[in-house]
């Protein structure tokens, strides 16, 4: 009687061959193939990472430069996060092509100083994008419609209503340009839209973006920060495959680090400017990276007891006008 060989599968993933000979039965199992691999992905300047035959790596946690963290996202897009600090800057992204983990990472000391901004901003002509791993300038093409969680806003003792004012502000700083170097330029790809109250709270912690982003709305919330330099946190979602269309930027405003709608007087230099931190990160939300010139919005450090960062500076500006000509 010639054998026959039959595979069949049963409960808990295992393949067992049976071999089927003269009346004998033989029953072995096929060889487990190995665990998909969970651990976290270290980041470094520049890293690709193959994904495992069989496996999935969405959610996969990485680990950046200052315990920054995010999470690989669907095949075909890609997650980014920028924080800034008192003492400098942490930038990570993330992007899944399907068939690996593509990731980059930066960090930029950077010095706070509590001195008035000065006309420099207006001569200083220093800025950078975001991009993806082929270099496409990360920029929108849509509308930017996003949300405030109300309810957050207690936790950093600001009223709703101060604090919905703003962010509103500070997202119109950006996007049409608020700025003193007499400058008339406009941003007519860059519109901001809010939508009101959310129920949602943005997906970002203290340590960068949570594996629920992004969720499909662009949320800002106030919370809890571990990190005593944080003042901000945004992470942005973009397509892979888009040539760098954003599609989703949540906001972390730090609630325990003095952040204030207004400033009180005196003001002992340790309370920061809720419109000018927020200015900041709506600068990273429509693109751009941080910069080196001091007396820039996207400087990455806040000076403390001023309202400077309320308008942009001149390569800022700069910046803004290359990627919404």
């Known amino acids: 009687m010639p054998m026959r060989r039959a595979a069949v599968p049963v409960l808990g993933g295992v393949l067992l061959v049976v071999s089927l000979l003269a009346g004998s039965t033989t029953v072995r199992a096929a060889p487990a193939r190995p665990a998909c691999p969970v651990a976290p992905l270290l980041a470094s300047a520049a890293r690709t990472v193959p994904t495992a035959a069989g496996c999935s790596a969405v959610g996969r946690a990485v680990a950046g430069p200052g315990g920054l963290i995010a999470h690989v996202p669907a095949a075909g897009y890609g997650v980014g996060v920028s924080r800034p600090a008192a003492t400098g800057a942490q930038v990570m992204t993330v992007e899944n092509t399907g068939r690996a983990v593509v990731i980059a990472s930066s960090s930029t000391p950077a010095s706070a100083s509590a001195a008035p901004r000065t006309a420099a901003a207006c001569s200083e002509y220093q800025y950078a994008f975001e991009t993806d791993r082929q270099g496409h300038r990360l920029a929108w093409h849509s509308v930017l419609r996003w949300y405030l969680t109300y309810a957050t806003s207690a936790r950093a003792g600001i009223v709703t209503a101060h604090a919905v004012a703003a962010l509103r502000a500070a997202n119109r700083n950006v996007t049409t340009d608020n700025n003193d170097c007499g400058s008339t330029a406009r941003f007519p790809g860059a519109v901001g839209s809010f939508q009101g109250n959310t129920s949602r709270y943005s997906n970002v912690d ?14 800002i919330s106030f919370g809890g920060v ?80 001023n309202y400077s960062m309320r308008t942009l500076g001149r390569g800022d500006i700069t910046g803004l006008s290359t990627l919404y000509p």
Request: glycine share 12%; hydrophobic share 30%.
């Open 226 to 305: 571990a990190s005593g330099t944080t003042l901000g946190t945004t992470c942005f979602a973009f397509r892979t495959s888009g040539a760098g269309h954003m599609i989703e930027a949540d906001i972390l405003i730090a609630s325990n680090r003095n952040v204030y709608a207004n400033l009180p007087s005196p003001c002992g230099y340790r309370y920061f400017d809720l419109q000018s931190v927020a200015t900041h990160e709506w600068g990273h939300a429509y693109g751009l990276a941080h910069s080196g010139g001091r007396d820039l919005t996207m400087y990455p450090a806040a000076r403390a007891c």
């Open 206 to 219: 203290s340590r960068g973006c949570t594996s629920k982003f992004p969720d499909g709305q662009s949320t």
